[in-house]
């Protein structure tokens, strides 16, 4: 579900601008997950590049900026984080390349 909010659109550019960038060894594979489960989910799919994953809660839209990590599905993936460091972000990561992909 992609989020036309054009406030939510630039919050996210504003995080990607502002925030901590990392850089992350994302697979082509795990990026299809993350975009699978945010869908499954019904949550926010920000634009056709960037995702929001929250913290405290499975998925967030990046309306909610309280621990919101931003992933980029780029080529050149990195992650953006507001309020969260490496070792969170790389949690996250984790928990993604964990879960099944849906069909």
């Known amino acids: 579900m992609y989020d036309t909010n054009r406030g939510g659109i630039n919050e996210l550019a504003r995080l990607h601008r502002e925030a901590p960038q990392f850089p992350v060894p994302l697979t082509k594979q795990a990026r299809t997950q993350v975009a699978a489960l945010l869908m499954r989910h019904g949550e926010a799919v920000v634009g056709s590049t960037l995702l929001a994953v929250a913290k405290d809660r ?46």
């Open 58 to 103: 499975c998925f967030s839209t990046p309306q909610n900026c309280t621990g919101v990590y931003i992933l980029g599905l780029s080529d050149d993936v990195c992650a953006a984080a507001s309020t969260a460091d490496q070792a969170g972000i790389e949690e996250a990561i984790r928990w993604a390349e964990a879960e099944p992909v849906w069909s």
